[in-house]
């Protein structure tokens, strides 16, 4: 079958075949597909969202003609996507903004922004006939893959950090069956071992390298301007870390605004931690992205030095005026804090953007009356075990300004009663 797309390396512009097993040209670049599109009808996407059909229910596929074109019968879904954004004054106070928006894509069906991705490299996983698929990861990627091979009947492996992954994240992976192979190194080295793993086996790799998996994660710019009826936003912020994500958001802007359906590109802001910030670095230098062999954060998911797609983040970054910056782990789990008491929740890592925009915000690159859209990657629930100890007081260098900790009080009604009305007087 002829499909309406190609790949092409990002490098030297080679071109090469739309189903291959294939992540980098012989340059050593990385690829792109590249689409040959027809006309789009924007309005014809939120018309699917009316459909009993699994295809169109999905916040992925739903964009299928600028995401990838399959057939029915080539789709995995979980009905990914559909996340909501929200409004709150809290946090527009927090960072200083009037019109804050969050896209929650926590509310994926594994709980992160990569059951996108992932159901677009699963679906070519199958088409292409793998054995078995891949991938290195700090948590998110792994339950993610292990979920959607398990609905697409292939075995798959993860390979994680042997420390610094969050309980959610490693039990969820556990718990879908993946081949869990814990390492005695960081992500990069993980990352630096699956591509060899997966160039002398024929295990399919999965990571954010996997040019599929970019267009699959296109999809949260797709459907949050959907959501915001195509009204393009002056900023989209997120957290960084192996660069896929703001890669895919960039990419897909950019084709929407070549096809027409918006008439301006947002501002891209792309926010590291301060303990592994190799992408701010080299924006503050003006300079190429160079490794950083020591990197630590609370934020485990982008607890990252190496990224492998920081030349597809660059030329986002140029298509959209981007920004870098970085903000420490007492920043993030401070911003982690007034999210979660907004009742929203995320997982460390997506507060990053929160307190990002506050940054950028107090150092006057945002202005306060900037329509701002902040995405959040993961869930609440990914990581209990920062959230309890960050509540305890328990996180060394962090202060606790919101803590919530446990009262221990005796199983007996007067002194309960007694706790309670405490409570109530102090809360007037
Ligand atoms: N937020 C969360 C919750 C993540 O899990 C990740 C990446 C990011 C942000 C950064 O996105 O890598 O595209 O720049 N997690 C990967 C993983 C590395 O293995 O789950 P990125």
Redesign the pocket.
């Known amino acids: 079958m002829e499909r309406p797309w190609h790949l092409r390396c990002i490098e030297c512009g080679v071109a090469f075949d739309p189903l291959v097993v294939r992540y980098r040209c012989e340059c050593g670049g990385i690829l792109d597909v590249v689409h040959t599109f027809n006309a789009i009808n924007r309005d014809r996407f939120r018309a699917r969202r009316n459909s009993d059909h699994p295809a169109d229910r999905s916040g992925v596929w739903r964009y299928r003609e600028i995401v990838l074109p399959l057939a029915d019968d080539e789709i995995v879904t979980r009905g990914e996507g559909n996340t909501n954004v929200y409004r709150s004054e809290r946090l527009d106070a927090y960072c200083g903004v009037s019109g804050l928006a969050l896209k929650h894509e926590g509310e994926n069906p594994t709980g992160?922004f990569?059951d996108r991705g992932m159901a677009v490299g699963m679906s070519v996983a199958r088409l292409l006939g793998v054995r078995a698929v891949a991938c290195a990861?700090?948590?998110?990627?792994?339950a993610s893959l292990a979920s959607y091979a398990a609905v697409a009947g292939l075995p798959a492996f993860v390979f994680i950090p042997g420390q610094h992954i969050a309980s959610g994240k490693l039990s969820q992976t556990l718990a879908y069956g993946a081949h869990t192979l814990q390492l005695d190194g960081n992500?990069d080295k993980g990352m630096r071992i699956v591509q060899e793993v997966c160039a002398r086996t024929s295990i399919y790799l999965l990571n954010?390298i996997n040019p599929f998996r970019i267009e699959g994660q296109k999809s949260i710019g797709f459907e949050l301007l959907d959501q915001l009826g195509w009204e393009v936003p002056d900023w989209i912020v997120l957290?960084?870390?192996?660069?896929?994500?703001?890669s895919a958001i960039g990419k897909g802007l950019q084709e929407l605004h070549d096809l027409g359906i918006i008439d301006r590109l947002p501002r891209l802001a792309v926010i590291q931690a301060r303990g592994a910030n190799p992408l701010y670095r080299a924006y503050s230098a003006g300079e190429a992205v160079r490794p950083l062999a020591e990197v630590d954060t609370l934020a485990t998911?982008?607890r990252?030095g190496d990224p492998v797609s920081w030349r597809k983040c660059v030329r986002a970054l140029d298509a959209c005026q981007g920004v870098v910056t970085d903000v420490d782990d007492a920043a993030i789990m401070d911003a982690k804090a007034q999210v979660d008491a907004a009742g929203i929740g995320a997982?460390p890592?997506?507060c990053a953007t929160v307190a990002g925009v506050r940054r950028l915000v107090s150092e006057r690159v945002i202005a306060p009356t900037d329509r701002v859209c902040g995405i959040l990657?993961?869930h609440l629930l990914k990581d209990p075990d920062t959230v309890i100890s960050y509540h305890q007081g328990q996180l060394r260098g962090i202060p606790a300004s919101l803590a919530n900790p446990a009262q221990q009080v005796d199983a007996k009604l007067p002194q309960v009663l007694e706790r309670v009305e405490a409570v109530l007087d102090a809360s007037g």
């Open positions: 992160s990569k990861s700090t948590g998110n990627t792994s992500f954010s957290p960084g870390g192996n660069l896929g994500n703001s998911a982008i990252i997982e890592a997506s990657t993961g």
